[in-house]
């Protein structure tokens, strides 16, 4: 097992772009997912705002929220307004920033000071809530440190303030609930990756498993060379060479997803909870995958034309599960996606 | 002893080797001369236990393959005709990565020996796949050669070889038959054939024809010539006796 590993070790390391192939997905979502963010953005949650307050303090909070990315916010002059859009579904949700806003939350006052609408269709608007939330706990913090060091030094309101606001960054620690007004409260949904991500995935599933297939070439030229007959005399049997030679088959497929997929989830900040959901997943229908594959590959006699015959399966299972096509159920790309 | 008993051997459609029954004696050193496509090649593949027989049986010490093919492959040295090698690895690489995968330990004074007769220190260092032909037969015979078999065979050991090279390559094949190994090897040359032969086995439309001593072969030149009328490269293998 280590033998043939140690082998192959060599050969790639007289190779390096070999090692390149195998983070290439991983590089390609570093270097790519500026791109892919900002097309994203266009697509991110619309939410109305109205600020009654109008003060620095309520405008902090609505710059704040903007710049997280998650959220697109629509600015709206009255109430009335916000909750006409939230009626029509216009936006997911309004926040209405209460009159009083920044004069409560100096006071680290943060209850009732800003309200929810949102309708019973409202779903992926719990972003924008957490995000209010957090923005708000800051501000009341920092003003509730800035009057007690306020009172025992001669220092100023506002210097205190800047200075407590610098240990914010870059997350805040706990998040606060706002106030909540829904006419029927619905089923808060569970998060899930948005569309363009899940093709991204599907493209490192489908470049994992040629990675793997073309793994297999090697053993089609051990076959050819009368290499393996050689391992057959001297090993008595092929027995370990087909293990040892599955396990390197199945790793380099898995790593070759598994990475990039953990990139891609890192950089977008996705809940650990949806990360664990989808690594367990795809590690198990990859190894399934893998070992159909490895089986399809023996029953065709490892010859160099199953190898373009895989090829094509892992292709079509990506086309036809992309354009939904055909046999849907059929292929290792449909598999793959959890509940979307 | 290696006994085959009515073989025969089918790829798909095409008829490889017409049946036919002869036996090896341990210690024997056999030359086996031929036209192309005769079968030579598929004969000892077949005795080397990696095609089985589409009709007949081989035994092994009297014991039928089947159920000694363990003990068959660890008595078993063979060299391939192709270079079955990894091109990538160094000479020196490449016979420990072979030494490795061995279940049996390896003769260490047999590999010392026979890695010195066949002058390979020289190119320990260099990949396989930057060797001359001379060079890269030479390793494969080592690889093939390196668990220290009783019964070595050998598919046109020399074919494309160098003066030198093929020197050494008679020297340790000579050396081989004094220890009592048991050899067999397919060759085209009747100079190798002579230094290392004491039999010889004529492969002729697809079975051996004949089988034994150069005399014997002499003696029956004209007989065979005459019932294989149609080869011509018979009649050029058999001009130099
Ligand atoms: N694996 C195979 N499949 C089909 N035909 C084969 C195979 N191996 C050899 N043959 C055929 O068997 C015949 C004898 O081959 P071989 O034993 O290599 O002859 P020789 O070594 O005497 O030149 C050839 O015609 C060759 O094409
Ligand atoms: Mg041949």
Known sequence: ?340 | MIQLDNVSKRYRRKQVLDPFSLTIQEGSSIGIIGPNGAGKSTFLKLIASLEKPSKGALSYEGQPYKQVVKRVRSAIGYVPQDIALYEELTVGQQIAFWKKLEKTKVDDDFLKRMVETLRLDEVMDQPVGQLSGGWKRKVNLCVGLLKNPSICLLDEPTAGVDLAAKEDIIAWLKELHQQGKTLLYISHDWYELRKLSDEYLLFAEKRPVFQGTETALIRQKEELLQSFDEQKDLRRILQHL
């Open chain 1, 1 to 340: 097992m280590l033998t043939y590993l140690s082998l192959h070790l060599n050969k790639w390391r007289k190779r390096p772009f070999v090692i390149l192939l195998l983070a290439f997905p991983l590089l390609c979502t570093f270097l790519l997912y500026p791109f892919f963010e900002n097309t994203a953005g266009e697509t991110a949650v619309p939410i109305a705002v109205v600020d009654e307050d109008q003060s620095d303090d309520s405008r902090t909070v609505t710059d704040r929220v903007e710049d997280s990315g998650r959220v697109r916010l629509v600015s709206q002059a009255t109430r009335a307004e916000a909750e006409t859009d939230v009626q029509k579904g216009a936006v997911e949700a309004a926040f209405i920033i209460e009159k009083g806003f920044q004069a409560s939350i100096r006071q680290g006052e943060v209850n009732e000071v800003i309200t929810w609408i949102r309708n019973e269709n409202s779903a992926l608007d719990v972003f924008a809530k957490e995000a209010f939330g957090a923005e708000l706990m800051r501000l009341a913090l920092n003003a509730k440190a800035a009057v007690i060091v306020e009172q025992e030094t001669e220092t100023s309101f506002e210097e205190v303030f800047q200075y407590s606001d610098q240990f914010w960054e870059p997350e805040p620690l706990f998040q606060v609930s706002v106030t909540e007004r829904s006419p029927q409260q619905p089923e808060r949904e569970e998060p899930q990756l948005q569309s363009w991500q899940v093709t991204v995935l599907q493209l490192f599933f489908l470049y994992a498993w040629l990675l793997a297939i073309f793994f297999l070439y090697e053993v089609t030229k051990d076959e050819n060379s009368g290499r393996l007959a050689r391992i057959k005399l001297i090993q008595k049997t092929t027995a370990s060479y087909f293990f040892a030679h599955f396990v390197i088959f199945a790793f380099i497929g898995l790593i070759s997803y598994i990475l990039p997929l953990n990139g891609l989830f890192f950089l977008s900040e996705t809940p650990q909870d949806l990360m664990a959901a989808w690594n367990i997943h795809g590690i198990i229908v990859a190894a399934l995958t893998f070992i159909v594959t490895w089986c399809l590959f023996m029953a065709f006699g490892k010859k160099r034309w199953a190898v373009y015959i895989l090829m094509l399966i892992a292709v079509s299972s990506f086309i036809f599960t992309i354009t939904q096509t055909g046999f849907t159920d059929l292929w290792p790309h449909q598999w793959l996606l959890i509940n979307q």
